[in-house]
Structures are given as C-alpha cells and as structure tokens.
C-alpha cells in the first residue's frame, strides 16, 4: 500500500495535480459568508454588477480565472452575468432543495453564485448569476488556471510598478490605495495624507511561472525598507513602506524576510498588515514610466539577498 501511495504522489506530481495546495486568500465576514456559506450579497449592490472594463474575473479566494469580460451582459437582475465560463473554471451542482443549480469554483469549491438556462438573454441562452464578492478582476485576458496575488507598498506606485511589472511570471501590476478609511479615495485626497492610505500596487503573477516569495524578495530590494513614511524625496504616510498580506503563508514569508534584513544590520521600517480593500488609482497612473518613457526617481535596485 506505501509503495502504490507513492507511485500515485510521483505521477500527480509529474502531472501538476499534488494534492498539495498553495494558501486560499483570507476573507472578510461579508465575503465568507457568500463564498463558505452560500450566501448571497444584496442585489445591485456589488462593484462587478455594472462593471465593463476588459479583462478576466478571477475567484476572490484562490485566484482561478472564471470569466472573461465578453461573456458578461447586463441581465438587469442586480448581479453580475456571464454566458459562458472558462472551461473547466466552473462546476454545477443542484441545491439541496433541487429548486436551483448552484455554481462553484472548481479549484476551491468556493460558492459563486447559481446558473440559469432558457431565458433567451444571449444566443449562448445560458445566465451565470454570480456575486460581486465572490470574485476579483484583472485588466487582461488571463489563460485558465490559478494565479496569485500580492499586495506591496514602498513610496510612489510608479516605480514599484514599473520593477514589478517587469518580472518574469507578472501578468499585470495595478496602481492603487489601500490600508486607510476612506472609501473609494481620489489621488489627490490621498495626497493629503488624511485618507491613511498608502500608495500600493497590487500585482497579480501566474504561479506556474513565479512565487510570492520571488516577488517579496524583489520588492524589498527596489526601494529602501529603513526609510520611515517616505521613499527618497517624498515624504508623508502614504509613501510608507508596507507589506499587506492575504494569507498566513504570505505573513511568514514577509516575518522571515524583514528579520533576515535586520540580522545584516537594518533598521526596517517596513510594516507588515493584513491586506484590506484594495481602490485602483486614476487611469492616468496605471503604467506611467511605460507610457511616459521617463524612469523612476526613487526606486532603484540594490541586492540584499
């Protein structure tokens, strides 16, 4: 039985099926109580129902891509709609009163919503009803599979951008504002560094191809990890250097790596935070050294590992 037990863990693995899985992302009450306990979020209410930006909606808790943008219509229902999944993305199964059938994710098992056919919305005569919190979205057409994501601050989101982005296994970096209070905050009220706010980008990489901890390590060698709310010439608390973690596995990495930079001697500012709702800089800040043609200011690489 051992013998047959490892034959079949070498042919899983070969095949890219381990049984052992990368960390689920943490969830907050409202997103748990949609995605574990098959809740449903309030019609209208969710920020994918009116949603058009092109792109792929991926699972909230394990980063699978679902759905891509020209599958989703506007069924005026209050919730997000697709015609058509990502093959394999989706699984069916009857509810138990076997009144509807519920969708799930296939890697993860995480509740999605309930599907619905013949109602004649699209050709494809097919409704995935699916909650806003149940889902995350990246601005570019992803292949099927599992992709992670990480959160990272260290002064202007332009040049951590810019790094970042030119990592092998990144598909997209996204500039943007978490950490703070307010709502839905501009760049100029986070400028004012009342909005307790960090600049931040948000980088979503293919797993096959890179880790969270290749990405740490990179991360905390293109900016300065010592300086206190700034990165060279800009100084206030959004320019802070901050790690915002979405798991346990992501927290540990971020723990080891800060302490084998203060066992060479640093002084780490660097904070280390449990990742909150993430709000997407104005369009004119996403891939700003790309288009501008101009190089960072303040972010440079220094080897430290």
Known sequence: MKKLISILFIIMSISGKSQV??????????????????????????????????????????????????????????????????????????????????????????HLGHVFEGEGFTPRNTRHCVNSLSLDFVPVKLEPGRYG????????????????????????VTSGFTGGHVKNPSYKQVCTGTTGHAEAVKVIYDTRKTTYEKLLKLFLEIHDPTQVNRQGPDIGEQYRSEIFYLNNEQKTLAEKYLNILRAKGLIIATRITHASEFYEAEDYHQDYYFKTGKMPYCHGYTKRF
Not at 52 to 78: E, M, P, V
Not at 149 to 172: D, H, M, N, R
């Open 21 to 110: 899985k990368p960390a689920l992302n943490d969830l907050s009450p409202e997103e748990a109580k949609v995605i574990l306990k098959k809740g449903t979020e309030l019609p209208f209410t969710g920020k994918f129902e009116k949603h058009t930006a092109h792109g792929t909606y991926i699972c909230r808790q394990c980063g699978s891509a679902l759905f891509y943008s020209d599958s989703k219509f506007d069924a005026r229902c209050g919730w997000p709609s697709f015609d058509e999944e990502i093959s394999g993305a989706v699984l069916r199964r009857p509810d138990a009163d076997g009144l509807r059938t519920e969708i799930i994710c296939s890697y993860c098992g995480g």
């Open 149 to 172: 994501t990480a959160i990272f601050a260290g002064g202007c989101f332009w040049g951590v951008e810019y790094f970042l982005q030119k990592e092998p296994g990144v598909i997209s």
